[in-house]
């Protein structure tokens, strides 16, 4: 298979039917060794996160399937930790897009004079960051991606409807588990002007309170799937 793209969490390849297939690595973003879906850099590694994010994604990926949501999921393999999608453009060099529930995290580090850690942002808050370690995975708005010919307005509006009604479907889901999502981490791309969710929807990528207590991807993974 040739390889398209080494990524963080994930290795990405091409397949001779001209899907893709995605290769879950164990390593998690982060900060000195301790977990943060927010940070943009590598910052530890733990066994096993790599099959524990995929299982999440797979059950989250039949949820919004059924819920009508369009995805590029089309299979998977625990074992071996892969998953095979269907092909879709990334949006400029890649974008990420974080939907916020509650303040927390980098959010504090930028807005923290304006607003206390783990207050609640009503609706949802969705903000989008490019891909680019160099330069810190810098924010760009709407209107920014527009400007720069990444995206259309209605691309973008319809990546940020698709952003807030997936993080409730997931948000709804955790709570019967006496779960709080705080933030969560998404991908989208395109395929014939069309905006799809990608990548993963991975413990790794979000961030989960049980009460005051965040918990950690593995376990938490656990307790989505072991009900």
């Not at 943060?36 to 399937?65: A, Q, R």
């Not at 590029?72 to 939907?99: Q, R």
């Not at 990528?205 to 593995?218: A, C, S």
Request: net charge negative; hydrophobic share 35%; with cysteine.
């Amino acid at each position: 298979m040739k390889k398209l793209y080494e990524g963080k969490t994930k290795d990405v390849y091409e397949l001779e039917n001209g899907n893709v297939m995605l290769k879950f690595k164990d390593d998690c973003t982060g900060k000195d060794g301790v977990f943060d879906p927010g940070e943009n850099s590598v910052g530890l590694t733990i066994e096993g996160i790599g099959k524990e994010n995929l299982k999440t994604s797979i059950y989250y990926f039949d949820m919004l399937k059924e819920a009508g949501i369009k995805t590029h999921y089309v299979s998977a393999d625990v074992e071996n930790a892969t998953m095979e999608v269907l092909p879709g453009k990334v949006f400029g060099h890649g974008l990420e897009v974080i939907c916020r529930l509650v303040a927390t995290g980098s959010f504090i580090r930028r807005y923290g004079e304006y607003i206390e850690d783990g207050t609640v942002l009503e609706g949802g808050y969705v903000e989008c960051t490019f891909k680019n370690d160099a330069k810190g995975d810098p924010l760009v708005t709407g209107e920014g991606l527009a400007a720069l010919g990444v995206m259309s307005p209605a691309m973008f509006e319809s990546m940020k409807e698709q952003t807030l009604k997936i993080t409730k479907i997931i948000a709804d889901d955790l709570k019967t588990i006496g779960l709080d999502l705080w933030d969560i981490k998404f991908e989208f791309g395109y395929n014939n002007d069309e905006v799809i969710l990608i990548d993963e929807i991975a413990s790794g990528n979000m961030r989960v309170y049980k009460g005051d207590t965040i918990v950690e991807p593995v376990e938490l993974t656990k307790l989505i799937l072991n009900r």
